[in-house]
Structures are given as C-alpha cells and as structure tokens.
C-alpha cells in the first residue's frame, strides 16, 4: 500500500525557515516523481514544486529563489526547504506521487507564518 506521510511543519515568523518532508512507503520511491502543493485558508490548492527521479526540479513562480526541493533515495524521502516565508506562504503543505496512474496524497503539514 502507498503511503505518503508528510512533517516538520509548524509556526514561523515572516523571515525565517522551515523545512517539511514527504517519506514515502510501498513503490519503487527512486524512480517516482514527487510534487508539493498548498492551499491557503478559502483558497484553492496550488502546485509548490516538483523533482522527478533524475533529480529535475520545477518551482512555482511565487517561490523561487525561496524554496528547495530535494530528494534523498537511501530513505525515501522528498524534502522542501523554504527560505525567507512570508505570510503568504500560511497554508496545509502536502506532497503527491503518481504510481502506476494512480495519484497519492499524504495529510498534509501544516505551515503558519505570522507575527
């Protein structure tokens, strides 16, 4: 069974840094490609970043030059380093795999940015 658990969200003033992880269980994990999304309090769910099996990152505009993603095979984990967040960055952080067609989400981990 696919499971995606993602952690180390939490509350950080605007400025400062956190950095969430997806661990990933039952697929081959080093040639999946694994995805970060957000959603904001009444808003819709938006792509964050993605890196694929070789290692290819994509961002969304509004994060980079702030985020990285990374990814660490030996244990099977995606992880996103956010740098200089902003209240605008407030909302449930969560990752998503594709495996054999079918799309895998964790529960998502919670990022608050305020002062």
């Known amino acids: 069974q696919v499971q995606l658990v993602e952690s180390g969200g939490g509350w950080v003033q605007p400025g400062g840094s956190l950095r969430p992880s997806c661990a990933v269980s039952?697929?081959?994990?080093?040639?999946?490609?694994i995805e970060w999304y957000r959603q904001a309090p009444e808003k819709g769910r938006e792509f964050v970043a993605s890196i694929s099996s070789g290692g290819s990152v994509i961002y969304a505009d509004s994060v980079k030059g702030r985020f990285i993603i990374f990814r660490d095979n030996a244990k099977n984990k995606v992880y996103l380093q956010m740098n200089s967040l902003q209240p605008e960055d407030t909302g449930l952080y969560s990752c998503?795999?594709?495996?054999?067609?079918?799309?895998?989400w964790g529960q998502g981990t919670q990022v608050t940015v305020s002062s």
């Open positions: 998503k795999m594709t495996w054999r067609g079918v799309q895998y």
């Open positions: 039952g697929s081959d994990f080093s040639i999946s490609a």
